[in-house]
Structures are given as structure tokens and as C-alpha cells.
């Protein structure tokens, strides 16, 4: 209980300095972005982790993603992949989407820092996630994903943290439940969003977070290109044919503050927050040492 109490005052602490203190941060506040990446560079620093940024160029600007290793044990050719996007929408300081998702990345590598895993385990803070860099060339984790098909490197799971920190136990509150056909008509669970080339890895989480995750889990499988799906991290590992699956409180489907600028740390359910962190915490350190 105690632990539980401490990780929630982390997720808070995070949220608010991205969200208050830093606040918007993409191309158009782009003093505020590179703050939020010297603030994730920092938090991993001080977990022991030695930083590798992935500097690129896009609009005659410099733009960095944020890697974090631990070294695989006996197969560390096997790659897992931990992201998420720390950059806003325009106009947004951004909570939940993805204040929420950098949170609970940050948690994650504190849970695993110092321990040995059989695969190599990543956590990658990417950045230009948003418009207008969603699903261009110059998106952070595309630029990330080309990279590793470049190297040949053999990434067997990707989960992509996306806004992960809104519920609401009140029916009618999720969007898109067609009667409660497609999803739940409350929007009180998590949603784990894969294609049909991430099958196995969407069905490996599910089964994981129904065994550690104390909330509801709804996993789904959808085209690479099918509107909503596509719009996140994760879409960038479809395209270079990798298994990668979308951890998501859904956004706009429920949360109706997304990608404006009442998206600010007290809309933030923390205790639902910190229970998707805490399944999350072991759906990872299984994946990492198969």
C-alpha cells in the first residue's frame, strides 16, 4: 500500500512539471519541448540509465528521441520496446495525452532499472508525435523505427504508452460502445489496440494484464491504416512489419478534454493511473525475460 502510495505521488509530480511547469511543448513552443527532454533525460539519469538521444533534423530544427537500455542476458538480439511521445498537441499542455503515458514510462524504468532481463529492454521517450508530424517521415518514433529495420535489429514487442490516465465509472461515458458491442459502455477499463501482424504480442498482454492489472482490459484488433488506431507510436513499428500494441484510455472516445487546453493535471485519475502502471509493470518484465 505504502508503494502503491509513493507511485502515485511520482505519476502526479511527473504529470505536473510536464503539464504545469514546462506546459505546452511541440514545434510551436519549441524552448517548452526541448525542456521536457532535458527534465526525461534527467529522470532516467538519475535512475542509472545512460542516455542515448536520436538527433534528427525536420523543419531546420533539431528534434531528439530519448533512449534508455538495459542490456539483454541470453538473447539480447530480442528487443522490447517500451514508448511514448512527450510533445503536445498545439495550444494543449497535454496531462493525459501524453503527460500520463511519459509518467508511467518514467515509473516503468524505475521499476526495472538495476534488474537483468533475458531480451534487451528499451524505454524510448519519443517526440513529434503530434501535427503536423503525425504519421510523416519526420514523426519521432518513425525516424526511431526505420532505424531499427535499417539495423537489422529484431524488435519483438513494442508497447506504446498513449494517453493512459482518464476513467470514468459513469455509463454512457465511452464513446464508440455501439450498445456495448465494441467496447464497454463505461469508460473505466483500458484498451490495448493491436494488428493482425501483433496478434500474439496483443494476445501475450491481454492475458497478462486480466492476471496483474486490477482493472477492467479490452484488447482489440484493427487494420494498420483504420482511422484512431493509426495515430499513434506504435503505428510507426507496423509499418516496418514489427508486433506493437497501443496501451490507451481510448482519448477522445472518452476523454473529453483531449487535445485542448483543458488537458491539465487535475483531470488525471492518479489511482487509475497507477493501476495501469502497476500491470503494465509485470506485462513488461514477462515479456522481457522470455
Not at 505519476?11 to 513552443?29: C, F, H, P, Q
Not at 477522445?252 to 487535445?259: G, N, V
Request: proline share 4%; glycine share 8%; hydrophobic share 35%.
Amino acid at each position: 500500500m505504502a508503494q502503491d502510495i509513493q507511485r502515485t505521488q511520482r505519476l502526479r509530480k511527473t504529470v505536473e512539471i510536464l503539464a504545469s511547469d514546462i506546459g505546452e511543448r511541440n514545434l510551436y513552443r519549441y524552448g517548452s519541448l526541448g525542456a521536457a527532454a532535458g527534465f526525461i533525460e534527467n529522470a532516467f539519469g538519475e535512475l542509472g540509465y545512460s542516455v542515448v538521444r536520436q538527433i534528427y533534423e525536420a523543419k531546420d530544427l533539431e528534434f531528439s528521441n530519448l533512449e534508455a537500455e538495459i542490456p539483454g542476458q541470453e538473447v539480447p538480439q530480442e528487443i522490447v520496446i517500451v514508448g511514448a511521445h512527450y510533445d503536445t498537441h498545439r495550444k494543449s499542455p497535454g496531462a493525459n495525452d501524453n503527460g500520463s503515458a511519459i509518467a508511467a514510462l518514467l515509473e516503468l524504468a524505475r521499476a526495472c532499472a538495476g534488474k537483468r532481463f533475458s531480451r534487451t529492454l528499451r524505454f524510448i521517450a519519443f517526440t513529434n508525435e503530434e501535427s503536423p508530424f503525425t504519421r510523416s517521415p519526420e514523426m519521432g518514433s518513425r525516424v526511431y523505427a526505420r532505424r531499427c529495420r535499417k539495423r537489422g535489429e529484431e524488435v519483438v514487442a513494442m508497447i506504446c504508452l498513449e494517453t493512459i490516465g482518464f476513467c470514468s465509472d459513469q455509463r454512457g461515458s465511452q464513446w464508440l460502445s455501439l450498445m456495448g458491442l465494441l467496447l464497454p459502455r463505461q469508460g473505466n477499463f483500458i484498451a490495448l489496440v493491436g494488428n493482425s501482424k501483433s496478434h500474439k504480442l496483443l494476445s501475450d498482454m491481454e492475458s497478462l494484464l486480466h492476471h496483474h492489472a486490477n482493472i477492467p482490459c479490452k484488447a482489440l484488433t484493427l487494420p494498420t491504416n483504420f482511422p484512431g488506431a493509426w495515430s499513434s507510436d506504435h503505428w510507426s513499428f507496423w509499418k516496418e512489419g514489427y508486433p506493437a500494441v497501443m496501451v490507451t484510455d481510448t482519448a477522445p472516445l472518452r476523454y473529453r478534454q483531449y487535445h485542448t487546453p483543458e488537458d491539465t493535471p487535475e483531470k488525471i485519475n492518479y489511482d487509475f493511473l497507477t493501476k495501469v502502471v502497476d500491470g503494465l509493470e509485470q506485462t513488461v518484465r514477462n515479456l522481457a525475460v522470455q
